[in-house]
C-alpha cells in the first residue's frame, strides 16, 4: 500500500502525463497544453499571470516544451500558495 505522498508523487505524474500525452510525448509539455492544463487543473494561477508568461518562465531551457524538471517548478509554486492558503 502506498502512503500518502507517494500516492501524491503518482498523482502529479500522472497530471504531467494526460497534458504530455495530448501530443504523444511522455517528456513533454507544449504551450498549449500548458494552457489547457491550467485552466483544468489550477484556474487559480492564470488570476496571476497568463499562460503564455507561465510557459516562459517555467521553459528554463527554451526548448518550446516543458520537461518533468521543468513542470516540477509549477508544482512547488502550487504547493507554496496551497500552504500559504492553509494559513490564513
Known sequence: ML?????????IVDVYHKYSLVKGNYHSIYRDDLKKLLQTECPKFLEEKDADTWFKELDVNEDDALNFREFLSLVIKMGLAAHEDIHK
Open 3 to 11: 502512503t500518502d505522498l507517494e500516492s501524491a508523487m503518482n498523482c
